[in-house]
Structure formats: C-alpha cells, structure tokens
C-alpha cells in the first residue's frame, strides 16, 4: 500500500460479495479525501468469488485497494483485522465490516475528528431485509439509504452518543462502546496494546475487550456517532452468534480478571519472557536472569506486569498486570490485597529465579 495514505479502511469479509460490493462502492463515492486513504479488504477464508470481486474492483478504483485472506478455520475476526492492519500502511485506521456503506462525507469526518491518543467510537444504523435490497449503487450515489435506516433506531445511537458524553465528563471507563464497523484508532495506539486478542475465536466481544485493554494503556474513547454513522446491511446471523449474549463462546474470556493491555496473541506473537516487567521491591532484582526485560523502578516507561514479591517492601505503581506472588502461609496486608490484579501463592518463599519465574508465568497465562 502507498506510504502518503493519512488513513486506511480496515473492511472485514467472509462470504458476501454482494454487500461488499456495495461497501467498496460507497468508498469510492466518499468526498473531500482523494489522495488521501486506501482500503485493505481482509478476508476470513472465502471460497466464493470474493477475491475476484474485490481483483476486478481494484483494477479502476481510484484508491488503492488492498486484498489479504486466511485460511477458514471457523470466525476469527480479530485475526481478520489484525491481518489488514498487517497489509495497511497508514497512521490512522478505520475498521469497518463488508456489509456497511457509508455517506459521502463518512471518512472526512473521521479524518477530521482525528486525535492523538483518542479512540473514535461510531456504531452503525441497521437496515432491515427489504430496504436493505433497494440499497444499489444509485440508492448509494444518492445516498437514499440513510432515510431507509428505522428513524426511531437513529435517534436511540444519537441519545447513546449524549450520554457517552456525559459518561466522560465522570471519567467512565465503561462507555463509549466499540462497534466494529465503526472504530477510528492512530495505529500507535492500536500497536501499543498489540491489536486485536487473537484468542478471542467465534462471534463476539473482541471489541469489548480491545476498547478495555486500550483504556488500560491510557487511550480514551470519544464518541464519534453525532457527526457520522455507518450503515448496515441486512444478512442472516452467523451460525455462532448465541441467542443470549451471555452464552457466547467469548464470554467467558472477557470477564476474566484483568487482562495484559498489550495481549501476547495479537500483531506479534509474545512470549511470558517477552513482557516488561517492574519489580516493586528492590530485594527481587535477581529476576532479571530469568525475565530480562525489566523496567526500572523509576522508569516512566510503561510495563506489562508490576511485580511484588513477599516477604518485601514495595508500592504498585498501576500501570500494569499487579501480581502479588506470596507463600500460602502468609497473609495479606488488606492494602496490597486491595491494590492486587493476581495473586499467586507458592509453598513457601521463592529462593530462586527460576521458582518465581514458573510461578509468575503460569498465573500471566492464564490472566492472558
């Protein structure tokens, strides 16, 4: 992809030519940004005329226009969008979904919306199966899609997006929500938590869990739904979308206690001894044979893991994974047990790197 994008469209796909058809289509009706962005269209193994549909499309778009697949080995999103951002080139990123369309001014207000360390959160309007049939390519010129979205549905994102605002005015570290069709992001930002958790496999909460990690490394979301919505066509739910949403396969994986921001199966592939590590309490600086990358107990640079080892003095700083590892016999001052994100207990105290190092590693694991 060429180097001078200001903005690449992340457009995720499995098996429905026709709606990213429409997708590119209002892409290349988008106004105000020539020269200015192109589109990976990254593909979760379709076996249909997917790749020659976006081939042909390429050829005269006045974008460029990226293509990157995987093999099908059931719903792996967050894997689908890592591998686009992988083929993209520019410095912010827009994620969208193949079966969404866009006003001509979608990716001007997200350009001009743009904010350093800022996640822009949209949403999307849904069309419902008639009116999504009567969205061609003239319904996408003249935009007539956006009267055909339930007006009623409109107005209930738009009071959402008041209340997001309000929600940051109380420093809310719940709201606004990530939709995938709809998120703007400065690749720093997203490089900075590793990406999407390819661990999360099947439909859903992914989204959840990267807008989680991204306030975790100090990234805000801001609303971006008062000034632009995407549109979403009408398809049948994938097979692995639960009923409840608290039966998803995902669920589970979510709600686990305090994730590591910067994820190991994300962009790049991590390793326990690849995290950065500060240890609290000065007496353990030893680790340092079996964990090298440690951060200074001063340093301002950010950790994935704060480590206090008892017996020992020593402060979490929270900024990052705060694990206690301690003997079984000894109990917990309430202040550290409080300030504590996992606590590992061991038969007795550590006396070797190697001791806390399967001790720390095994309790990472499984947080991560």
Known sequence: MPANAEISVIISTYERPRHLERCLHSLACQQGVAGRFDAVVTDDGSTDGTADLVADFARTAAFPVGWVTQPQAGFRLARCRNNGVRASSAPYLLF?????????DHLATHLSARRQGVVRAGDCARLNEVDSERVDF???????FVSLADQQSVGGIRRLGRKAKLHQLIGSRKHPKLVGANI??????????????????GWGCEDDDFAHRLRKSGVRARTI???????HLWHPPHPSTPGRWKDGPNVHRLIRRSPLARCLVGLDRRGVRDLAVRVVNRRYRWFHAVWPNLVGAESPTPCDVELLVLPGEGRFRGDGLRVVVAPEAMPLPPEVADASSLVVRTPAPVRTPDELFSAVGQAVRNAA
């Open 225 to 231: 739904v008062d000034r632009t919505l995407a549109y």
């Open 138 to 144: 003239q319904a996408i010129e003249r935009e007539a």
């Open 184 to 201: 703007g992001v400065w690749r720093s930002d997203f490089e900075r938590v590793n990406g999407f958790d390819e661990a999360f496999v």
């Open 96 to 104: 969208t979904d193949g079966d969404c369309v866009f006003p001509a």
